[in-house]
């Protein structure tokens, strides 16, 4: 990613990147369920039970929680990197950070462009648990979803190859709106947003 493109990314308003960001998981979500999900034999057959309602529900409150979840998201990664920015002696707005986590979850629509694809032209009739265990170059791609705990499957799939592409964007903001090395913003991205996210990995597994 050039200076330029960094640039160009930056210039937009949150309001833009949020909806737009909105929108698209908003369309990835609704091909996924549309094409792929509902189109497995469990889903048919739970559809046409007293619980298929229910299932519908489940759907349409997924797509409704899709803003809600990501602004609760933003604004808690938001605060974790404006207070590494804070204690290194940054000038950085809580706005701004806010725009660094909002911009770094881009990174996180390919693995569902992705998983579509799989299902879509590699893996043509998959049942119902193999498009909820799967997730693109994760760790639960190197285990059994049939015998791994319920508690563990979550974790596993957020442990994947794109989380480091998440810290590597991370940096690049931090570094955009600081204009400092990329070395400090890996320590803040490493010390301060890296334990929140393990911390919260291995609370999920608890609570699970």
């Not at 493109?5 to 909806?19: C, G, T, V």
């Not at 979500?29 to 057959?45: D, G, H, P, R, Y």
């Not at 039970?49 to 409150?61: D, F, I, K, Y």
């Not at 903001?173 to 490493?190: N, Q, Y």
């Amino acid at each position: 990613m050039s200076p330029e493109d960094d640039a160009s990314i930056y210039s937009h308003s949150k309001r833009q990147l949020f909806l737009l960001i909105c929108l698209s998981t908003l369309v990835l979500l609704f091909v996924k369920k549309s094409m792929i999900e509902n189109e497995t034999a469990a889903f048919e057959f739970l559809a046409d039970q007293p619980a298929g309602s229910v299932l519908h529900l489940r759907s349409a409150l997924q797509y409704i929680s899709i803003p809600l979840i990501y602004a609760w998201k933003f604004t808690a990664l938001g605060f974790v990197i404006w207070v590494g920015c804070f204690l290194f002696g940054y000038r950085v707005t809580y706005s701004q950070c806010w725009k660094i986590v909002l911009v770094a979850e881009f990174v996180f629509l390919v693995p569902e462009l992705i998983k579509i694809a799989w299902f879509f032209f590699v893996v043509r009739d998959p049942n119902f648990y193999e498009i909820g265990a799967f997730y693109p170059l994760s760790v639960m791609n190197l285990l059994d979803y049939q015998t791994l705990d319920a508690a563990y499957s979550y974790p596993s799939k957020a442990l994947n190859l794109f989380e480091p592409m998440y810290w590597y964007l991370l940096v690049l903001g931090i570094t955009h709106f600081t204009r400092r090395e990329k070395r400090a913003a890996w320590i803040i991205v490493l010390g301060f947003y890296l334990p929140v996210f393990l911390l919260w990995l291995l609370f999920y597994s608890i609570v699970y």
